[in-house]
């Protein structure tokens, strides 16, 4: 009998995936459903992106490109790092690849061997268990409880840090939580992390979105001797509204966007240009889109919240980024809804997209089976509607 490679024994699919599959065939057998599921922004570039990318396709040479990405890309990102406040920075500290997600891959798989520790702040975005697991690495939980905003603290990430850990994961703005670290919160991360030496991977692809003039902190910026080791992640995914284009974005040493240039060079060779092009458009040209979402994103957060706000017992702290709120609802457990028991997370996100056609994704997909993960990008005429089936739902439990 022919085997796969033992690797494939430990790949599972993605969990917020099966969610979205069954809220869909709901769909299309005729069942009204709002989808809080997917984290896609839903929003189109502006018109400029597609302008560039008609512009490419005239111009097509129909040859391989390079394996770091165009020169013109690579000074547009640059570019977009200086404007954030992200100093020194040169062509080769940079590289990218089909989306942050295979950035990750690349970044992970270029740091872990197997067996190496790796923590992992939890609730967490579901690909990066997934991905440790498939390496072989061991994934260390640091379970970040509602009471403490879902964020780590330095106290906790000091604990933690042992001889054995390589790599720290760090994402802010979080998915699933929607949380904002404060410059003060990251400074004392960055304080704990210039004691270790270990590899700080950073998923920033959410660093323009945050709400309530919050401002955004960064381990780098936080202590800049950090800065040789610290991997950036970036993606035009969710702030330009491209998650199909695929476009994702490594900045960090030297040897780290080496790696990845070699990792490309051996699978993807290079992100099609026309995608390349687009990007340049989006980084370079006006900007307007991105930030007119951004205060529709945290407008509706604020209807979230205020519907939530509506359902006792809810524990939910509030979301000041990305555009997820992750309410504790685990007041619900042990009650029923029109007749069906809710025991965990993912029978109240059954029973929720059975009687009231709403889909949510489970928080144990995310480390964290106390709540549930709700995506709010959903058409703004639509939400008021979702938000009030889960107020209805709460008040039907029994
Ligand atoms: C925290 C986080 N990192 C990375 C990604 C992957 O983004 P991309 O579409 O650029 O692959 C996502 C997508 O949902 C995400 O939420």
Redesign the pocket.
């Known amino acids: 009998m022919l085997k796969l490679a033992e690797r494939m024994g430990r790949a599972k699919p993605s969990a917020i995936m099966l969610v979205a599959e069954k809220a869909k065939k709901l769909k299309a057998e005729g069942r009204d459903i709002i989808s809080f599921s997917i ?1 896609v922004p839903n929003f189109l570039p502006g018109d400029h992106v597609y302008t560039a990318a008609r512009d490419s396709l005239a111009k097509d040479s129909g040859s391989y490109g390079s394996n770091r990405g165009p020169d013109a890309l690579l000074d547009a990102f640059l570019k977009h790092l200086q404007e954030g406040g992200f100093e020194g920075y040169e062509r080769k500290h940079v590289a990218t690849g089909i ?3 295979q950035v ?1 891959f690349n970044v992970m798989y270029a740091l872990l061997n197997e067996g190496d520790e790796i923590l992992i702040p939890t609730p967490y ?1 579901t690909s990066y268990l997934d991905i440790a697991d498939i390496l072989g690495a061991r994934s260390k939980l640091l379970y970040c409880s509602p009471e403490q905003h879902y964020k780590l603290t330095a106290a906790q990430l000091e604990a933690a840090i042992t001889p054995e850990t390589k790599v720290l994961l760090f ?1 802010n703005p979080s ?1 699933p939580t929607g949380m904002v670290y404060t410059h003060e919160e990251v400074r004392a991360l960055a304080d704990v992390l210039v004691k270790h030496k270990i590899w700080v991977i950073s ?1 920033d ?1 959410y660093n323009r979105m945050i709400f309530d003039g919050l401002g955004y902190a960064h381990l780098v910026k936080a202590r800049p001797e950090l800065k040789d080791r610290v991997i950036l992640i970036d ?1 035009l ?1 969710k702030t330009y509204g491209m ?1 199909g284009w695929r476009m ?1 974005f490594v900045a960090g040493p030297v040897e780290v966007a080496q790696a990845i240039v070699t990792l490309n060079s051996n699978h993807i060779t290079n992100v099609p240009e026309v995608v390349n092009a687009a990007a340049v458009a989006a980084l370079t040209g006006p900007q307007d889109v991105p930030v007119l979402k951004n205060k529709e994103f945290e407008a509706k957060r604020d209807l979230v919240m205020a519907a939530l706000g509506k359902c006792p017992g809810v524990i939910c702290p509030k979301p000041q980024g990305a555009f997820y709120v992750f309410p504790d609802i685990s007041v619900s457990y042990g009650k029923s809804h029109q007749g069906k028991l809710i025991q965990n997370d993912v029978d109240f996100c059954n029973a929720l997209l059975d009687a009231k056609g709403v889909a949510c994704v489970p928080g144990s997909a995310f480390g964290e089976p106390r709540a549930i993960r709700i995506s709010y990008t959903c058409p703004s005429a639509q939400l008021p509607d979702g938000l009030q089936r889960i107020v209805d739902f709460f008040a039907e439990l029994a």
């Open positions: 984290g989306g942050a997600k990750l975005w994402n998915n998923d692809i993606s995914s998650p994702g």
